[in-house]
């Protein structure tokens, strides 16, 4: 009947404009991200400031997150100086860590790299972690945005398998659920935030392996799910 041809019709355009929402929550959180990543430095700055003041770390002061910069400047240098995709990575984080040197000199601060614990006041101190924490920042975001392309990827991966789950579930006449599409779908952007948020915020040297392979399935399986519990009707 003419009715039901349009019962028919309005369900798969509303399963479209689902399908359309999922995908467009993808780039919605990219859109968001400049915001995550800032609020990522200012935790980042704030960890090793509690740190200091709760005299949480082994080295005192300031020297701490210097240590932490070298470390991490070394362990960049050492996993990823083979390839030339990781030398392309290694020149974009001594460009950005460059920078951060660069505004320091044009703002006319006082180079505070030689100095002890001991000689600086505490706002020199809070100053001088907040820009070796910066400097790690930059060479962390570096290597983040050299693993887009896996997220792209295990995103496109997820979003295959989604819709080939969705017509086997559809032709298979299985219900549906509303709970499920809706759980998925608000983990999007959490799947994108939470591993650059807590390889940035960590506050010892990491392997960025360990937190992206696993964020990057992760992203596939939530993106999948999303796509594949679509509802044709709420």
Not at 89 to 94: D, E, G, K
Request: a positive charge; glycine letters at 4%.
């Amino acid at each position: 009947s003419v009715m039901s041809k349009n019962r028919h019709v309005d369900a798969r355009d509303k399963s479209a404009k689902q399908s359309r929402g999922a995908i467009g929550e993808v780039f919605h959180s990219l859109a968001t991200l400049p915001f995550v990543l800032f609020l990522s430095l200012l935790i980042s700055i704030g960890i090793e400031w509690v740190g200091i003041a709760m005299d949480f770390w082994d080295i005192p002061g300031h020297l701490h997150a210097k240590a932490m910069m070298v470390n991490e400047a070394r362990f960049l240098s050492d996993s990823f100086s083979e390839s030339a995709f990781g030398r392309k990575l290694l020149s974009t984080a001594v460009i950005s860590v460059e920078w951060v040197d660069n505004a320091n000199s044009w703002l006319g601060f006082t180079d505070l790299s030689a100095a002890s614990a001991e000689e600086l006041a505490w706002y020199e101190i809070a100053y001088a972690s907040a820009f070796y924490i910066t400097k790690v920042f930059l060479l962390r975001l570096v290597v983040a945005l050299f693993n887009v392309p896996l997220f792209a990827i295990m995103g496109l991966i997820g979003i295959v398998f989604g819709l080939i789950a969705r017509d086997l579930r559809r032709f298979g006449a299985a219900t549906e659920h509303k709970k499920r599409f809706l759980l998925y779908f608000r983990l999007i952007k959490p799947a994108i935030w939470l591993s650059i948020v807590v390889y940035i915020c960590w506050p010892d040297v990491i392997n960025p392996m360990f937190v992206f392979v696993p964020a990057a399935f992760f992203f596939m399986y939530v993106l999948e799910n999303s796509i594949k519990n679509f509802q044709k009707s709420f």
